[in-house]
């Protein structure tokens, strides 16, 4: 069950969610004692995004037909290499071997 009752709410957390993934990207790429924490934010609040996207499900007729789709872009060696870094962040957060 999603816990918007329309769509303009889901775009809005969309909206939220990347723009704190954005300022982590801005935090990595500025270097210094933020970049680890930006790289951290960056990614796992990008794949945040995607579920936030999700709850268009309850709103949008066909959107599993249209997100089937859309995730198959996904199926390639650098998605994948994001996907394991993502994993390693969350799961090694703070230690300096991620």
Known sequence: MSVHD??????????????I?????RDYLAGGERRYA?????ITF???A????QNLRSHVDGFDAWWKQEVQ?????IAKWFVEVRNR?????GRSDC
Do not use: C, F, Q, Y
């Open 6 to 19: 329309s769509i303009r709410p889901v775009l809005a957390s969309v909206d939220r969610t990347l723009s």
């Open 21 to 25: 993934a954005d300022m982590g990207w």
């Open 38 to 42: 930006g790289l951290a934010n960056a």
């Open 46 to 48: 990008t794949r945040s």
């Open 50 to 53: 995607t579920n936030v996207i």
């Open 73 to 77: 872009i996904l199926d390639n060696p």
């Open 89 to 93: 962040v969350e799961k090694h957060t």
